[in-house]
């Protein structure tokens, strides 16, 4: 049974972070990741906070961790609604584990 994987990232200026001059090798990973995700038919939910605020505040989980941790707990990541990473986005390996999909190929960090 696949694990149902909801991402809540920063305020980001787009829904991706790809975007602007510093691009981050660590979201270029994430987005390949999801993307790949994707067309394995698997859904990866993405927040961005600057977009949907009001998402923040109506999940439990993630608004109790806010409440506890502040702001600096983003990017928080929900697998089957616990928190199952926050600070900083699963690895490719996790990712690997809670999906069922093999992402070896990408390259992992």
């Known amino acids: 049974m696949m694990k149902k994987i909801e991402i809540f990232d920063p305020a980001m200026c787009c829904p991706t972070g790809l975007c602007g001059t510093n691009i981050s090798t660590e979201l270029m990973r994430i987005a390949v990741v999801i993307e790949t995700l994707k067309k394995q038919g698997i859904t990866v939910t ?16 993630v608004n109790d961790y806010l409440q506890k941790y502040g702001a600096e707990a983003l990017p928080i990541t929900l697998v089957d609604g616990e928190v199952a990473v926050s600070k900083t986005y699963p690895t490719t390996r996790q990712m690997s584990e809670w999906s069922g999909v093999n992402l070896e190929f990408i390259p992992v960090k």
């Open 46 to 61: 993405r927040h961005n906070l600057r977009d949907e605020p009001q998402v923040y505040v109506t999940n439990q989980v």
